[in-house]
């Protein structure tokens, strides 16, 4: 017979904090979901007036302001490009402070330090740097830079912090089979890292796809999308300011649950495999 277990009385206050917090968190953006969806004649506020998707046909009709089409482009790009390098250099720098060498910390607090900086001074400084130069700053150039700034200590310490768990007893077996080294990074530690890989990607792609204040000096004659759309907040009076926001945020909601899905399969490939070779033996 199951006998059900009883709460503790802290459970209830914990349960209507949580509940208070999700409110707190999501609310804002709920409204600006339901606000999305009014008539042609809907305005800023509430109450509504009317129901439907116009606002969302609209939002993909050439617009007197404001260019989201190409914005979103470019921010997606970079996103992308971000999310490569992060990954990349995260993972090698993972494994070299594996090993010490001279001046290892003195890397990583300089590694690290852009974390404290303000954002904007970042933006400022490359921005400033690329004029000295005689370099015409870009969304694809010191862009770049400036999110690569803000990405790379994420990954930095995520894979610092994967690297102490990871057991090198694997690789030694590896070796002892004959596998050089980069067969061992390849078939053994890159398959293991893989869905911690993925979380620095999914970090360096989402910091850098709604990043403000690091592209305010350095996006150059073309605004990435959260440019674009503090650009529209003081020019665009319809609630097709909140269908962009319900696109983008469906789409950033769908990238996460991409790599949810990434993680899985990675794991059940994993698992499949491991019961593979139990059979095999």
Known sequence: MHTAT???????PLAVFFGLFVVFLYGPMSTIIILSFQGPDGGLTFPMNGMSLHWFRNLFETQAVGDFGGAFQ????????VMVVTVAVSFMAGLAFRHRFRGASVVFYLAVASLIVPSILISLGIGLMFNILGWQPAWYSSGLGAHLSWTLPFGLL???????????????????????????????????????????????????????????MTAGSFNTLPLEIYGMTTNVTTPVLYALGTVTTVFSFAVIAMAIIAVQVIRHRRARRGSDAGRAV
């Open 6 to 12: 009883r709460r503790s009385r802290s459970f209830y």
């Open 74 to 81: 470019r921010s997606l790009a970079l996103g992308l490009i």
């Open 158 to 216: 995520i894979m610092f912090a994967v690297f102490n768990r990871f057991d090198r007893a694997y690789e030694e077996a590896a070796r002892d089979l004959g596998a050089t080294p980069w067969q061992t990074i390849r078939h053994v530690v890159l398959p293991i890292l893989a869905p911690s890989l993925v979380g620095v990607g999914l970090f360096g792609f989402t910091l850098s796809y709604d990043e403000f204040a690091r592209s305010l």
